[in-house]
């Protein structure tokens, strides 16, 4: 186990609808990144939380918001969903400065957009 | 053009075959490279990390970066059932994001 969670595992929303997806990091791993996975394809980058705040973003649009809470917990807000935000979310926990091969995976939680 | 290319697969081979998983990429600047197994319903986990080029080992998994013609491979000896998942290849430059690969599908028959 990555000590990483996420929730919830499954959800299924229809277009124009908005939707929040949470993560629960190790304990002393302040940094996370989310990543958006579709069928078939390797992770991409959405964006990145440290110490509360985001520093770094990939080729997302806006309705695309994160949070990042002082217990190690973040969210991921997607707004007027579309159907192709269907796919699988995962977030990713590290300690600050720490490289990649300290950063550990949660689970996902799978959306479907109808 | 992707910044990096695998091949999806899938791939199928029998028990206690070696397997070798590959991806080229354009941007000279990657200097991180990573190979990540991904079960279903599972998110990925880290296998081999490398810096730079040459080779590293670990167990049955070997991982190969030869920055000079932009191509990494995972190589894993005496195959398992238990090694059927989808292999995923990561890389990166001095900036947080990691890029992926869009993933190779390995099935291993017992």
């Known amino acids: 186990e990555t000590g990483v969670t996420q929730s919830p595992t499954h959800l299924i929303k229809t277009r124009g609808q908005q939707v929040t997806l949470r993560c629960s990091s190790q304990?002393?791993?302040?940094?996370v990144s989310w990543y958006q996975q579709a069928l078939g394809q390797g992770p991409q980058f959405i964006f990145q939380?440290?110490?509360?705040?985001?520093?770094g973003r990939g080729n997302f649009p806006p309705r695309f918001s994160g949070l990042q809470f002082p217990n190690y917990s973040s969210e991921l807000n997607v707004n007027a969903l579309e159907l192709d935000d269907s796919a699988l979310y995962l977030c990713?926990?590290?300690?600050?400065?720490?490289?990649?091969?300290?950063?550990?995976f949660g689970p996902g939680t799978r959306l479907t957009v109808l | 053009q992707k910044e990096v290319e695998q091949d999806p697969g899938p791939l199928s081979v029998p028990e206690g075959a070696i397997v070798s998983l590959n991806c080229t990429y354009s941007?000279?600047?990657?200097?991180?490279f990573m190979w990540y197994r991904q079960y279903s319903r599972k998110g990925p986990e880290l296998l081999m990390y490398?810096?730079?080029?040459g080779n590293k080992e670990d167990g049955r998994f070997t991982a190969q970066v030869d920055k000079s013609s932009k191509y990494i491979s995972l190589f894993i000896r005496d195959s398992q059932p238990s090694d059927s998942a989808t292999y995923l290849c990561?890389?990166?430059?001095?900036?947080?994001?990691?890029?992926f690969g869009s993933g190779t599908r390995l099935l291993v028959r017992p």
């Open positions: 990713a926990s590290r300690p600050a400065g720490g490289s990649a091969d300290t950063q550990y």
């Open positions: 304990s002393g791993h302040n940094t």
């Open positions: 939380y440290y110490r509360e705040e985001e520093n």
């Open positions: 941007n000279s600047a990657f200097q991180y």
């Open positions: 490398t810096y730079s080029s």
């Open positions: 990561a890389m990166k430059d001095s900036s947080y994001k990691l890029i």
